[in-house]
């Protein structure tokens, strides 16, 4: 199996390598202040140099430390760490911080055999259950196949949504018989390719036939989201044939959550591998792991016969040019600016504490967004002139049910950057959404019925609710934000739901 973690050695360089250029001046001030000290003490006053041989007790005198090394040490990891080390990419603050998943779940009969209890599929249901509360907040779509293929939910952040569809699913609804997989592939990568941030495909099966598995290796070829296989069952026949795809990964179902750790390993590694491709994303300041170093071997000048006066003089002029102004609201301070202890914060995923740290106004209406304060993140991303600050608005709106305000903001963006897709392809969900609200409504007011055909025109009857709306989307492609608050609406059963709507889908498609 192809190792997916990326390399790190082949991603490390520096942001400033100018400061390096201080090493040399180091070191020649280092070992001049080293041999002046050796020739000092090995030419003592008033002794003979054989005499001072001789009543010399233990090591060599230039073998010890002396407090030229501390310091030397101390600026050397202090012009290291302001260099700016990097490994990985940061990722844009106004897209997911985590990658979109789809996750592809095999529904036939071999999937009900009882081998592993209480079947294969029921436990394959519970481990995807564990693992969307293990993700939470991050996309994740389902994907139902057999003989046929077919979208069970678009690509959302709320786990409950997924899971009344997820235990829905069994063989009886799937329209045809089959294990047809790529399929299923291809429909995942659909999906990916209109994200802004890299994901990965996760299927979930017991095999994989002969002619899928050639399948996986040619389009394996041409590119595509990386691919997770998570094995339900024990066959090892069929685990062979899985591991022979190139470029996937293979996780075996475990009685613990082990397994679900691996899945989100192999998720979280393809997607920092895939980032650190993107060359439109910034590399990731590392300097502050230098930090610490610094700051213990500093400690040493509290010692006796350790302390240089202008060594101190020294250390804190280059902490104040690689930090900037400082701010006395704790040791952090010292070493990390208010943008990077804002990071930290956000990846502890404490975007109230990150908010209040942050000064970046981009970082900072970006982790307002993410702790739920819409109405302030907008607020702030309105003062920003970049189409990525407006479009962040936009969507700051939307979650606050501010739809034709989220529309002007959308419309503001593609004004502001004509080429800004992300912006456009917000723009016609939020018209969507809007039409969607006002048609329910009308619909609603008239007691007809809620359902909206393909192809349909719609003229509003109200003043100041649009002119023209026109909708064309067919049953499989359902914008992901109408969908979940279409399907918070169904009152039947799930699986009779689905049944009919995969029933139409199949019957709507070529064979």
């Given at each position: ?15 400033r ?46 073998a010890?430390l ?79 196949y057999?003989?046929?293929?077919h979208?069970?939910?678009?690509l ?126 910034n ?117 606050s ?40 409504r ?42 979940e ?27």
């Open positions: 199996m192809p190792d997916q973690l990326p390399d790190a050695l082949t991603l490390f360089h520096f942001i390598p100018w400061w390096l250029a201080g090493l040399p001046f180091i070191a020649a001030l280092w070992w001049t202040v080293r041999r002046f000290g050796k020739t000092r003490e090995t030419l003592p006053a008033g002794i003979a140099p054989h005499l001072a041989d001789a009543l010399s007790v233990g090591a060599e005198p230039g010890r002396l407090p030229i090394d501390g310091v030397s040490a101390a600026i050397i990891l202090m012009l290291l760490g302001s260099a700016g080390p990097t490994w990985s990419r940061l990722p844009d603050p106004l897209v997911a911080d985590t990658a979109p998943l789809v996750v592809a779940l095999k529904v036939t009969g071999s999937m009900m055999q009882s081998d592993i209890p209480p079947n294969r599929l029921e436990r394959a249901k519970q481990k995807i259950t564990d693992l969307l509360e293990r993700r939470s907040g991050a996309k994740t779509a389902l994907i139902a057999a003989g046929t293929t979208q069970v939910v678009p959302t952040e709320d786990p409950a949504v997924l899971k009344p569809f997820l235990e829905g699913l069994s063989p009886d609804i799937m329209p045809r018989n089959g294990e047809a997989a790529s399929p299923a592939l291809l429909m995942a990568n659909d999906i990916l390719g209109k994200q802004d941030t890299p994901g990965s495909i996760l299927i979930v099966l017991d095999r994989l036939t002969d002619a899928d598995g050639s399948l996986f290796a040619e389009q394996s070829k041409d590119g595509g989201a990386p691919v997770v296989f998570w094995q339900i069952g024990c066959d090892e026949a069929a685990r062979s044939a899985l591991e022979a795809v190139p470029t996937a990964a293979l996780v075996d179902l475990t009685v613990d959550s082990s397994d679900v750790s691996q899945v989100i390993r192999r998720i979280e590694v393809s997607y920092q591998d895939a980032l650190s491709r993107d060359d439109r994303q590399w990731k300041d590392q300097g502050w792991v230098f930090a610490v170093p610094a700051a213990l071997i500093a400690l040493l000048w509290f010692r006796r016969g350790w302390t240089m006066q202008w060594s101190v003089w020294l250390i804190a002029a280059m902490i104040a040019c690689s930090h900037g102004s400082a701010r006395a609201d704790g040791w952090r301070d010292w070493f990390l600016t208010p943008d990077q202890q804002g990071r930290l914060a956000f990846e502890a995923r404490d975007f109230e504490k990150a908010a209040s740290l942050f000064e970046d106004p981009e970082w900072k209406a970006y982790v307002l967004y993410r702790a739920g304060r819409y109405e302030t993140s907008a607020e702030l991303y309105a003062w920003q002139e970049s189409s990525n600050a407006a479009m962040g608005e936009g969507l700051s709106l939307i979650r049910r501010k739809y034709r305000e989220a529309i002007a903001a959308f419309e503001k963006a593609v004004e502001r950057d004509p080429d800004n897709a992300a912006a456009q392809h917000n723009l016609e969900l939020a018209k969507d959404i809007l039409y969607y609200i006002e048609t329910t009308e619909q609603s007011d008239t007691g007809e019925e809620s359902g909206i055909g393909a192809d349909d025109v719609v003229f509003d009857n109200d003043a100041g609710r649009g002119t023209k709306s026109e909708t064309q989307q067919s049953t499989g492609e359902i914008v992901p934000e109408t969908a608050a279409w399907m918070r609406t169904v009152d039947t059963r799930t699986g009779d739901f689905m049944k009919s709507r995969f029933a139409l889908e199949a019957a709507r498609s070529p064979r």
